[in-house]
Nanobody, 122 residues
C-alpha cells in the first residue's frame, strides 16, 4: 500500500522560510500539497505531474515552489516569505490521474499523508 510521510514543518516568523518533504513509497503521476487551517476546508496549494509544469494557488504564487525527485521518491515544497495566513496543517497527496492541477478535486487524490504543522507568527 502506498504511503506518504511528511516532514519539515515547524514554527517560523513572518517572512521566514521552510522546506517540506514528503517521502513516498513511490511517486505517482500527480503529486500535490494541500493545507487545512482550523475551521477551513482543505485546499490545494501546489500540484505537480510527471510531465506537466506545476500549478499553484494564487495565494502562494511567487512564494512557494513544488518539486519532485523521482529517484528519491520524494516530493518537496519550498516555502518562502511566509505569512501568518500560511499557518495550517500541510498534507502531501498522490493521485494517478491526468490532467492534474490545483483545480483537481480532493477526491481524485487516493493517497494522503498524516500532515505536518506549519505555524507562522507575525
Amino acid at each position: 500500500q502506498d504511503q506518504l510521510v511528511e516532514s519539515g514543518g515547524g514554527s517560523v516568523q513572518s517572512g521566514g522560510s521552510l522546506r517540506l518533504s514528503c517521502a513516498a513509497s513511490r511517486l505517482t503521476y500527480c503529486m500535490a500539497w494541500f493545507r487545512q487551517a482550523p475551521g477551513q476546508e482543505r485546499e490545494a496549494v501546489a500540484v505537480i505531474s510527471s510531465y506537466d509544469g506545476p500549478t499553484y494557488a494564487d495565494s502562494v504564487k511567487g512564494r512557494f515552489t513544488i518539486s519532485r525527485d523521482n529517484a528519491k521518491n520524494t516530493l518537496y515544497l519550498q516555502m518562502n516569505s511566509l505569512k501568518p495566513d500560511d499557518t495550517a496543517m500541510y498534507y502531501c497527496a498522490a493521485g494517478a490521474f491526468a490532467p492534474c492541477s490545483t483545480r483537481s478535486a480532493r477526491s481524485d487524490f487516493g493517497t494522503w499523508g498524516q500532515g505536518t504543522q506549519v505555524t507562522v507568527s507575525a
